[in-house]
């Protein structure tokens, strides 16, 4: 089986293309600089495979950049995507790209499997971290459900050799915590000391969020902790 990652060098990518090796599949990479030398945001693709695992994303341009590599699939017997948990119901600029993409995936006619995932254990570390930066540290009143990247990597492989299932169901981590319960648990394992301040998140996003849109109650969860991922990542820093 050949099969075409995008975003195969980011965090995902770099679980997922060695997990599809090791499976026994023929993995070409797509990237500005990968096997296969494209830029999505401007260039169709040309390429030969059996799967497409679509990881490649940023917070401008992914609908263009879908559609742009929907456009190169030729022969594509199975496309893979990686989408965001709250797509369709929180209403960020980001997350209504991402639910674009899903919907020209699902026009394309090409049959599909796409996995919505909660925010990654190492994206809510950089997000804790950065308000942690600060002297008196702003806590927005939200929940997250962080995931990790392992488990959403074992998920997308064995999306990626089975058959299209469309949308399956979302992957996110194994508790849902308070950001202050987050940032707490960032500032004990860094051995920090700082004031923190409740802050209300305005709009309709805030309320989306404040409703727990970006979580998922009753899909599936991953087995790797916050609290594993935050020990792991302090030995690294010594």
């Not at 599909?112 to 254990?121: N, P, V």
């Not at 594993?228 to 820093?237: G, N």
Request: proline share 5%; charged share 20%.
């Amino acid at each position: 089986m050949k099969i075409l990652v995008t975003g195969g060098t980011g965090t995902l990518g770099k679980q997922v293309v060695p997990r599809l090796r090791a499976a026994g599949a023929d993995v070409v990479v797509l990237s500005r600089h990968g096997d296969i030398a494209c830029d999505l945001l401007t260039e169709v693709p040309q390429f030969e495979a059996d799967v497409v695992v679509h990881l490649a994303g940023g917070q401008k341009g992914d609908d263009v950049a879908t559609r742009n590599l929907l456009a190169g699939c030729k022969g594509v017997r199975h496309f893979v995507y990686i989408s965001v948990i709250g797509a369709d119901t929180v209403p960020l600029a980001w997350l209504r790209t991402k639910l674009a993409c899903e919907e020209a995936i699902a026009a394309s006619g090409i049959p599909f499997t796409i996995l919505r995932a909660a925010q990654f254990h190492d994206l809510t570390l950089t997000m804790v971290r950065g308000l942690a930066k600060l002297p008196i540290v702003p806590v927005p009143g939200l929940r997250l459900q962080p995931v990790d990247v392992r488990d959403v990597a074992a998920r997308i492989v064995e999306l990626a050799l089975g058959a299209p299932a469309g949308r399956v169901a979302d992957l996110a981590g194994p508790a849902v915590y308070e950001m202050r319960e987050l940032v707490r648990d960032y500032l004990t394992t860094a051995g920090r000391r700082r004031l923190t301040v409740p802050v209300r998140l305005p709009g309709k996003a805030g309320q989306a969020y404040r409703g727990g849109q970006n979580l998922a109650l009753d899909g599936d969860r991953g087995t790797h902790t916050w609290e594993e991922f935050l020990a792991a990542d302090a030995m690294l820093a010594r």
